[in-house]
């Protein structure tokens, strides 16, 4: 059973900052580092967006709105991808998804999601 956790979410003040982390475990631990690892964000009201991604080569990718505020990394020996957001604005309050996806070409896609991890951003 593959398994995505993500920590280290929580209350911080605005300006603030917070890193969050998503360990893999179970049959994808072992092949971390053969997925695109993504997070994405909920917040109330509003639908599901993309906030990062680091790919094999670790070449990572932002949405505009946290470009030089947020930075991905991933180390394929722990099977983790953090993600670390600094100058926190309450925008930024959502719920914190992490994705691994792996496109397969003669085959269906591997796709896997974490349950989530709170962010709330607030005085």
């Known amino acids: 059973q593959a398994q995505l956790v993500e920590s280290g979410g929580g209350f911080v003040q605005p300006g603030g900052s917070l890193k969050l982390s998503c360990k893999a475990s179970?049959?994808?631990?072992?092949?971390?580092?053969?997925?695109?690892l993504r997070w994405f964000r909920q917040a109330p009201g509003n639908e599901r967006e993309f906030v990062a991604r680091?790919?094999?080569?670790?070449?990572?990718d932002y949405r505009d709105s946290v470009k030089g505020r947020f930075s991905n990394s991933s180390d394929n020996a722990e099977a983790t991808v953090w993600l670390e957001m600094t100058n926190l604005n309450p925008e930024d309050t959502a719920v914190y998804y992490c994705?691994?996806?792996?496109?397969?070409?003669?085959?269906?896609?591997?796709?896997?999601w974490g349950l989530g991890t709170q962010v709330t951003v607030s005085l």
């Open positions: 179970g049959s994808i631990a072992n092949i971390f580092a053969g997925y695109d």
């Open positions: 994705n691994a996806r792996k496109v397969r070409v003669f085959a269906k896609d591997d796709n896997f």
């Open positions: 680091i790919d094999m080569a670790h070449i990572t």
